[in-house]
């Protein structure tokens, strides 16, 4: 029996939104599946129903269901954070034909009568995601927000990171008779309560409290204390050799004041950066700059490495910035963890240079390099500037080279 099989976006939920094509195929099916939500919408279709999420569920019911003509429900458009995108792979030789719907969107857009071309998107819906980034390097962002990440969180997060001034819509159960759109700044949705399932508009009005999207944060905008922290030139360099991807999983090392983990949570803004410190007073900088920045895709693990990546998901880079004297089993804990993991090792005497270097060639990794790096910066002497040195660093980088 030849199946006929039509994904299709349903748009914000209500079903007059459909496509003419659409509904004509919902009339037409023998079997819809979806959500249960999406199922009330056509009760009174007399075509047998199967409430589904999961893309492998959803499979198994097409194949098992003896029908030829199905259809998949799916909320908002196909092609905006979509549960179809996981159901193509599953679905491959299949005759699939695929129908657009409205996106939260497109439609929260509309019903504000702004061109939304120029709106960054993004998912916290189910998701770690580093909010202040986002805002940060757009002028207008939209969120999905769901979970543990709730709109008045969101605001909460913008306000704390310089932004609270921004003009923010907060758009819940759009399109159905309940619908709420609410805007106003920030600061003044942070103390409100929502829906946690919304679509979230964010203007940003003033810069954020670091002004560029570059690397190498001012030294000067985290918070010290006694710990030492790596200054924004080798913090800059350092990232840079671990060449990271906005999704990847990273580990800072020693991490100290968290200068290095922040600029790492906000440069793998889709991914997640653990923190690995023991000293107390350092975790307590490290949880206040994590706070000022917005990087809430940082977690804290206090202990000391290796026994502290035990548990932690894979790495796909790792700083290492102190190693208490365990580097060889640190590397090791690392190369068990991901045999092919980027790596960035600072070191300010020779000694730990040596051993980095023998180390890494023992343990097989691939493009050893070191990068000895000697910064000067200028500073006031009456009418005049001098320069003054910071102690040299070397920066020994490589990838494991397992399979």
């Not at 199905?70 to 196909?78: K, P, R």
């Not at 923190?275 to 000391?304: V, Y």
């Not at 004297?325 to 092919?340: D, H, M, V």
């Not at 240079?353 to 000067?376: C, I, K, N, P, W």
Request: aromatic share 4%; with cysteine; net charge negative.
């Amino acid at each position: 029996m030849t199946k006929s099989i039509s994904i299709i976006g349903v748009g914000p939920g209500a079903a007059d939104l459909l496509t003419a094509r659409a509904l004509e195929r919902i009339e037409q099916a023998e079997l819809l599946i979806g959500a249960d939500r999406l199922l009330e919408l056509f009760g009174r279709q007399p075509c047998r129903k199967i409430a589904a999420i999961s893309p492998e569920e959803i499979v198994r019911h097409i194949h098992s269901g003896g029908c030829s003509r199905v259809c998949v429900l799916m909320s908002g458009d196909i092609g905006f954070y979509s549960g179809a995108k996981k159901l193509y792979p599953l679905l491959s030789g299949e005759a699939v034909e695929t129908i657009p719907g409205l996106s939260s969107l497109q439609y929260l857009a509309a019903r504000l009568r702004i061109p939304w071309e120029d709106i960054h998107p993004a998912s916290a819906h189910g998701r770690s995601l580093n909010i202040a980034a986002h805002a940060a390097a757009h002028e207008k962002s939209f969120f999905l927000t769901g979970g543990d990440t709730t709109p008045q969180g969101l605001c909460a997060v913008l306000a704390r990171c310089g932004m609270g001034d921004a003009r923010v819509t907060v758009g819940s159960r759009l399109s159905y008779e309940q619908e709420e759109i609410v805007t106003a700044t920030a600061a003044e949705l942070a103390l409100q309560q929502f829906n946690s399932l919304s679509a979230v508009l964010v203007q940003r009005i003033s810069p954020p409290l670091w002004g560029y999207a570059t690397g190498g944060i001012d030294d000067s905008l985290f918070v010290r204390g006694d710990v030492p922290m790596t200054k924004s030139e080798v913090r800059c360099l350092s990232i840079a050799k671990l060449r990271l991807n906005r999704d990847d999983t990273v580990y800072d090392i020693g991490a100290g004041t968290g200068s290095v983990a922040v600029e790492m949570a906000l440069a793998a803004s889709r991914g997640h950066v653990w923190a690995i410190e023991r000293n107390p007073e350092a975790l307590q900088l490290i949880a206040r700059n994590r706070e000022a920045f917005g990087a809430w895709n940082m977690e804290i693990a206090e202990g000391e490495a290796p026994d502290a990546l035990q548990g932690l998901p894979a790495p796909d880079a790792a700083f290492v910035g102190g190693s208490g004297g365990r580097l060889e089993s640190i590397l090791r804990a690392l190369l068990a963890r991901n045999p092919q993991v980027r790596l960035a090792v600072n070191a300010i005497t020779v000694e730990t240079l040596a051993d980095s270097v023998r180390l890494m060639e023992e343990l097989g990794f691939a493009e050893v390099e070191v990068t000895q790096l000697a910064v000067a910066r200028t500073r006031k002497a009456g009418a005049s500037h001098m320069l003054s040195a910071l102690n040299p660093v070397f920066i020994i980088s490589g990838q494991g080279g397992g399979a």
